[in-house]
Structure formats: structure tokens, C-alpha cells
Nanobody
């Protein structure tokens, strides 16, 4: 599975940004998907995830501001980010795993999100 993330850029605090991540295979719908981020000097963290069945989870830091969704027909998962804060600045990665796996096996390249104050 190859993943291609995009949509990063520079945005002012309080603004929105949407990150799409497209998978290479038409079996995309069988994979759980996750958006991770890594800020400078910090460990990578899982921001949001969505199972193949559509169940979602969020890190406490983004609850109520970020929404993860998927369009299996387009092999794409989205991260809608609203009310962005400077502390959301990071390299954002999408990743995929099969349902029975505990860790993500497939990773896309990162897309940089910079939030200015």
C-alpha cells in the first residue's frame, strides 16, 4: 500500500485546513487509517484514527477541532482541521494498518502544517 498525503501549508491561527491522503490500492477499504504528527523536538503522536468500519478516535488535544473521515470509493482519508493553533504546527503523516494489527505498517510521506499566531 502506498500512501500520498497532501494539503499542508501555512495557515493563520483559528483557520481551517484539510489534509487528504490517498491510497494506491482498491482494497483501501479494509484498512484502518490514522493521522499522526510530529512537531520539532517531540515524539510522533497519533492525532486521529478511523477503522475500516468508520469508528473514529481522537487525541484529547484535537477533540472538537479535528475530524477524520474516509471515502473508500476514492481510496482517500481526510483530516479536517479547524480552529488551528500554533501548537498544531507539525509534520503530519497518514498511515494504514489491517484491523488485526496493533501498529501501523504503511506510511505516507509527511505534509507540513505551519500555524502562525
Amino acid at each position: 500500500v502506498q500512501l500520498q498525503a497532501s494539503g499542508g501549508g501555512l495557515v493563520q491561527a483559528g483557520g481551517p485546513l484539510r489534509l487528504p491522503c490517498t491510497g494506491s490500492e482498491n482494497i483501501f477499504r479494509f484498512y484502518d487509517m490514522g493521522w499522526h504528527r510530529q512537531a520539532p523536538g517531540k515524539q510522533r503522536e497519533l492525532v486521529a484514527s478511523i477503522t475500516s468500519g468508520g469508528s473514529t478516535t481522537y487525541a484529547d488535544s484535537v477533540k472538537g477541532r479535528f475530524t477524520i473521515s474516509r471515502d473508500n470509493a476514492k481510496n482517500t482519508v481526510y483530516l479536517q482541521m479547524n480552529s488551528l493553533k500554533p501548537e498544531d504546527t507539525a509534520l503530519y503523516y497518514c498511515a494504514a494498518k489491517l484491523k488485526f494489527k496493533t501498529s501501523y505498517d504503511y506510511w505516507g510521506q509527511g505534509t507540513l502544517v505551519t500555524v502562525s499566531s
